[in-house]
């Protein structure tokens, strides 16, 4: 069982920065493929960026692509995402999630542990 809380969100104006953070409890983090997704209000779920067990995999949105960073330290259960010139399509709840596969996945059916949720709102 793995437990997520996610951490990070606000307001802030386009252009701007924010980094996100997702702890994860328990003693086999390393052994999860982690994964961000985030919903718009009146909008499917939609796939961020995923990075494999040990960091050697990443993959984006194309949305995202050049300007969200995933990475996570093992050391301290901890996965993150950095989240560059901010636009208001990328206003959001952010969910971070945990998947037994160690690649990682692309779709959120792939992930077994989510966490709540961040608000993330981007103003113009």
């Known amino acids: 069982q793995v437990q997520l809380v996610e951490s990070g969100g606000g307001l802030v104006q386009a252009g701007g920065s924010l980094r996100l953070s997702c702890a994860a409890s328990?003693?086999?983090?390393?052994?999860?493929?982690m994964g961000w997704f985030r919903q718009a209000p009146g909008k499917e779920r939609e796939f961020v960026a995923t990075?494999?067990?040990?960091?050697?995999?990443?993959g984006y949105a194309d949305s995202v692509k050049g300007r969200f960073t995933i990475s996570r330290d093992n050391a301290k259960n901890t996965v993150y995402l950095q989240m560059n010139n901010l636009k208001p399509e990328d206003t959001a709840v952010y969910y971070c999630?945990?998947?037994?596969?160690?690649?990682?996945?692309?779709?959120?059916?792939?992930?077994?542990?989510w966490g709540q949720g961040t608000q993330v709102t981007v103003s113009s």
């Open positions: 990075i494999s067990s040990l960091g050697g995999g990443t």
């Open positions: 328990g003693r086999t983090f390393s052994s999860y493929g």
């Open positions: 999630a945990a998947a037994q596969y160690a690649s990682g996945s692309y779709r959120a059916a792939g992930y077994d542990y």
